[in-house]
């Protein structure tokens, strides 16, 4: 930025020069802030209003077809109200058909089944070695401790008691 008076003489000038422009460009488009007078207000109404065409002579646009005489305009809410009608039929057909599909059984009948004469087989009960529940809670733990994310000795003593668990149910468990 230079100081001499040069150049502060040329700035003054670009200034008022700008402030010219604005002074003429208010006087054309009128005041937001000052009231106009009566005659200057109806001009500026007549020169900002858009000339419109009458609604009957208005031009189609040229992507609009005019509409077929077979094919009758209905007003946009009469095709929402249709659209409506068909969704609640669908709906209620669909629910409908859903609920024939889900039909209870029948309820259990009070007559006695066939006794058979044959000798029942004895039903193998599964057991579950007590090592092999020790060696689940051991696991149980290691998650824990892995969740909480312990990596301290009480991880490293508990990885070892589950392995050893681990080992004892597979021996116990095979035949």
């Not at 402030?19 to 200057?40: I, L, N, Y």
């Amino acid at each position: 930025m230079a100081t001499d008076a040069g150049d502060h003489e040329q700035q003054r000038r670009e200034l008022e020069e700008i402030r010219r422009q604005f002074a003429e460009v208010g006087k054309r488009t009128g005041s937001a802030f000052e009231p106009a007078s009566p005659d200057e207000n109806r001009e500026r109404s007549l020169a900002l209003v858009a000339p419109t065409a009458p609604p009957d002579t208005r031009p189609a646009p040229p992507d609009e077809q005019p509409p077929s005489p077979d094919w009758p305009t209905r007003p946009r809410w009469q095709w929402l109200a249709a659209v409506a009608l068909i969704f609640v039929f669908g709906i209620g057909l669909g629910y409908a058909l859903r609920a024939g599909t889900n039909e209870s059984p029948p309820p259990p009948s009070t007559a006695r089944p066939p006794v058979s004469t044959q000798p029942q087989q004895p039903q193998a009960v599964p057991s579950v070695p007590e090592v092999c529940l020790e060696t689940a809670r051991r696991g149980d733990q290691m998650v824990h401790l892995f969740t909480i994310n312990d990596r301290s000795r009480r991880l490293a003593l508990a990885l070892k008691a589950y392995t050893l668990a681990s080992q004892a149910c597979r021996k116990e468990a095979s035949p």
